[in-house]
């Protein structure tokens, strides 16, 4: 009999939460098949099989949470999967371990329906007893929502009560509904925390005019090139963060010195269902503005649905959030310890301004905040930094030139 145990699938993780299982007690399994999701404090990741067998036993209910090393699930191994006496070929798996070799038509995968959907969406699906499998999506890429969950309850309860009659209820009766404060939303929390009360925040408010970005934008999707202005961004931050490299840096306050990193890795604040991510474009500065929209869209598309692998979110040394689709018309940014500076751009509105013939015209302006760490940098760095930034902004053109 072999445990199926919680291991460390991710960098500083600890415990993680049974999502769901992919298998049920009697259920044959071969090796690699997907057993059990589980939601750590970054992601929600797959624990495969490390055999042929059966499945004996379910060891820890789903909606739990539980310390690495933890026993899940138990398997029964099938000896007769096993070519005795021969040499195992080895196995296709990234952990090169040994393969086990199956029979023809002995074992087959346990039939499921991978739904997509974020662990809250299913947790509102199990608070419920509600098969998410049974719940039909509503988006295009069949991704289940809250919504859908809520939609497919009034069904059931439109067939089983078609008249209700309405009663006065006291708030007595009427229990407040209560999110557990775990998993990633406790760690942003705890991250935050950190960062608020351990580095001194001042946070410099700026404006950028967007109007040539926005006409040079619009010649490129003519030309069939759609990029969005998040990788502009990009280039234009890592060329300011080369000649302002303090702000691309880590207090060493153990050794009392600052790093000035030569990597320039941009994180990406990311709004996602289960809690604000933030994956890391990785040498940001070597790629064109070309590939910083391709690496951004994978990595936007994995954080929403949850696909994120741990080092697709580590070793970030500056972040950007870019909330002005939101809405966000101002803000002070919190800092993503041990980093030195975090940038926020926010909604850019039509508005006058004084072209370079002195004349009144309609153009779009943008705010954007930073927020940095007073011990490492000054408030003029910071504006001399920003001033950097709208420069390469406002003239796209040059922007393109930094980059021959």
């Known amino acids: 009999m ?55 036993e379910i060891i820890i209910e789903t909606g739990e949470t539980v310390q690495v090393g933890t026993s899940l699930l138990s398997i029964e191994e099938e000896l007769s999967t096993k070519i005795e006496n021969e040499p195992q070929p080895k196995a296709e798996a990234a952990n090169d371990a040994a393969a086990v070799i199956e029979k023809p038509g002995k074992l087959s995968p346990t039939p499921f329906r991978r739904v997509l959907a974020a662990p809250y969406t299913r947790k509102v699906a199990r608070e419920n007893n509600i098969n998410i499998e049974d719940v039909p999506s509503s988006d295009p890429s069949g991704r289940v929502t809250e919504e859908d969950i809520y939609r497919f309850i009034e069904g059931k309860q439109a067939i089983k009560e078609p008249t209700i009659e309405v009663q006065p209820v006291s708030s007595t009766e009427n229990p407040p509904h209560e999110i557990p404060f775990k998993g990633i939303r406790k760690q942003i929390a705890e991250k935050m925390t950190q960062s608020f009360f351990t580095i001194p925040h001042v946070t410099h408010f700026d404006e950028v005019n ?12 003519m030309a069939g090139q759609s990029v969005s202005l998040s990788a502009f961004f990009i280039k234009a931050l890592t060329i300011s963060l080369k000649e302002f490299p303090i702000f691309n840096a880590e207090l060493d306050e153990e050794n009392d010195r600052i790093v000035l990193k030569k990597n320039y890795h941009i994180g990406i604040a990311t709004n996602t269902d289960h809690g604000l991510l933030v994956p890391v ?24 649905n949850g696909k994120l692998k741990p ?81 390469l902004i406002e003239q796209p053109h040059n922007l393109l030139l930094e980059m021959i």
């Open 2 to 56: 072999l445990d199926v145990k919680l291991h460390d699938i991710g960098e500083g993780m600890t415990e993680g939460e049974i999502v769901q299982y992919l298998v049920q007690v009697g259920d044959k399994v071969s090796v690699d098949q997907p057993l059990v999701e589980v939601q750590t404090d970054k992601m929600v990741a797959e624990l495969p099989s490390p055999c042929a067998g059966i499945v004996k």
């Open 210 to 221: 967007m109007t040539n970005l926005f006409k040079i934008r619009e010649e490129l999707k």
């Open 281 to 304: 474009v990785h040498d940001a500065d070597k790629k064109s503005i070309k590939d910083l929209q391709r690496v951004m869209k994978e990595l936007t598309e994995k954080a929403i």
């Open 311 to 391: 080092a697709e979110m580590q070793n970030s040394t500056f972040t950007m959030s870019n909330v002005g689709p939101l809405g966000s018309t101002g803000a002070t940014p919190i800092i993503n310890h041990p980093e030195t500076a975090i940038i926020a751009f926010h909604k850019t509105k039509k508005q006058p301004i004084v072209n370079e013939h002195d004349e009144i015209v309609i153009g779009h302006v943008m705010t954007l905040s930073m927020s940095f760490d007073h011990r490492v940098a000054d408030g003029a760095t910071a504006v001399a930094f920003t001033n950097r930034f709208s420069e």
